[in-house]
Structure formats: structure tokens, C-alpha cells
């Protein structure tokens, strides 16, 4: 049995919705060989990312940057997790108001210097809220769990 984490900051609806969507996509095929945990960043701990053979993460952008709870999951993990997780399997979403694109740098900064690797490039819901959204959600969440049921992670 592999493990799936979910480290999910979700203050809004439209968060706990694309955190669902991830969810959704997760368990939208029947996977017999993954188990998934999704935690809130504040919650999770160096055990949870020890415990697990994948990870995505969620974050909204906040003034340009990740969310305090995402640093501060980044920060109580890194080094207990430095030597012993390098090659872990990952990829992230942002709920972005503006572009992103600085959530999006200081998260590749982490996981490089984590020495994480990505597997499906990350989702950046940017602007005004669409629907849309969900779909890339799902597509992720489904994308990483099939490719470490299937041993491809």
C-alpha cells in the first residue's frame, strides 16, 4: 500500500473546493493499491511527509507569496525530512488572485533545496474564479494517484 499526502490550505470555499476536487480525482478511479491523508499544513507533521511516497501540496497566494501556513509546514519539516525524503514524488496547486508567480518560485525554491521531484507540473488557478478550475484539480489529484498506484512514482 502506498501512502498519498494532501497538505491543503484551504481558509475560503473556493479553497476547500479545489481541495476537494484534488479529493475527488484521488479516489475517481479504483485504486487498490493507494491510500491518501490530507492534512491542513498547520496540522501536518515531519511523521506525516516520513510516512508517505508522494505529496501534493496546496497553497492560496498571499501578497505574492505562499500562505504563512505552507511556510510555516515547509519550515517544521524541512530539515527532519532533508536526507531521508530526497526524491520525493510531488506537485502543487495555487489559488491565485494576481499570477502567481511568486508562490510559485518560493515553492520550487523549497522542494529543490528538499531535493523533491516534481511529477506533474503544478496548477496555478489564476485571476477571477472559474469553474475550470476544478478540472485541473481533479486531473492532478487523479494524474499522481493512477502513476503511483501504477508504480510509475
Known amino acids: 500500500m502506498k501512502k498519498l499526502l494532501v497538505i491543503a490550505h484551504a481558509p475560503s470555499d473556493n479553497t476547500i473546493k479545489l481541495r476537494d476536487a484534488i479529493l475527488a480525482g484521488i479516489t475517481k478511479q479504483p485504486l ?18 516520513l510516512s508517505c511516497d508522494a505529496i501534493i501540496l496546496g497553497t492560496t497566494e498571499n501578497l505574492g507569496y505562499m500562505s504563512g501556513a505552507l511556510k510555516d509546514f515547509f519550515d517544521r519539516i ?8 530526497q526524491g520525493l514524488p510531488f506537485s502543487y496547486y495555487i489559488r491565485a488572485g494576481h499570477d502567481g ?4 518560485l518560493a515553492i520550487q525554491n523549497i522542494c529543490n533545496g528538499l531535493k523533491w521531484k516534481q511529477i506533474q507540473p ?3 488557478c489564476r485571476g477571477s474564479w472559474r469553474d475550470d478550475f476544478l478540472d485541473d484539480c481533479t ?6 494517484a493512477c502513476g503511483l498506484d501504477f508504480g510509475i512514482y
Open 78 to 85: 524541512y530539515y527532519p525530512c532533508l536526507e531521508r525524503k
Open 32 to 49: 487498490e493499491n493507494i491510500h491518501y491523508q490530507c492534512l491542513p499544513p498547520l496540522q501536518a507533521t515531519p511523521e506525516d511527509v
Open 122 to 124: 503544478e496548477v496555478i
Open 101 to 104: 508567480t511568486g508562490t510559485n
Open 139 to 144: 486531473n492532478l489529484g487523479e494524474n499522481i
